[in-house]
């Protein structure tokens, strides 16, 4: 079985891609607290560590990463820090730092979002950081080398996040089929693509 990577486990998304994916894969969970591996992906020491405790990979997944969604006039030079920090560079990190110890012809899958395409009031962070990972992703799939390629999953809105901020849940898609489009990477040959998760 494929040694599979999925930072960010032990979140909603995180805990519905490991079930994706767990009778295909051998799965090792990281996250801050409470998995397998212990990491914080705004740290590039922590995320070195992490590598070079596991070895070679054959896959990572990428749902971890903050963005706080602040209204623009009240967005602090800190606010913004956190979101390039967290969701941003700390995936680009997880590529950059994880590519000598992904296995050859391996896969690296990132999460963006929906804001990248729809903003909205208070997305300011958000929209650009989704934007700069998708980015991220079409650029490192044409150099990374070695047949290594690299993803990402858009989310829209989930059910459970909508239900639990006690708002309609029906326009969201499940997390177990957003979960689902992790695992359709995996078993495909796209490279450099952005592969939306909404409903339609």
């Known amino acids: ?35 397998m591996v212990d990491v914080d992906i705004t740290d590039p020491e922590s995320i070195e560590a992490m590598y070079a405790g596991l070895g070679s990979v054959d896959a990572v997944i990428c749902v971890a990463g903050m963005v706080p969604f602040v209204q623009w006039k009240e967005a602090t ?11 941003l560079m700390g995936q680009v990190n997880l590529v950059r730092i994880g590519a000598p110890f992904m296995a050859d012809d391996g896969c690296f899958t990132l999460t963006t979002g929906v804001l990248a395409q729809h903003p909205m009031p208070g997305s300011s962070i958000a929209t650009t950081v989704n934007c700069a990972i998708e980015g991220f992703v079409r ?46 990477i995996l078993e495909s040959a796209d490279d450099g693509v952005v592969i939306p998760a909404m409903r339609t």
């Open 139 to 184: 650029s490192a799939s044409l150099e990374i080398g070695r047949g290594i390629r690299v993803n990402a999953v858009s989310p829209g809105w989930i059910a459970e996040t909508l239900a639990g901020m006690g708002m309609d849940p029906t326009p969201g898609l499940p997390a177990a089929e957003v979960a689902g489009k992790y695992r359709e």
């Open 77 to 87: 030079g800190e606010d913004w820090a956190i979101g390039v920090a967290s969701k």
């Open 1 to 35: 079985m494929k040694k599979v990577l999925v930072v960010g486990a032990t979140g909603l998304l995180g805990r519905h891609a490991v079930a994706a994916i767990a009778d295909s894969a051998d799965v090792v969970t990281a996250s801050r607290t409470g998995s």
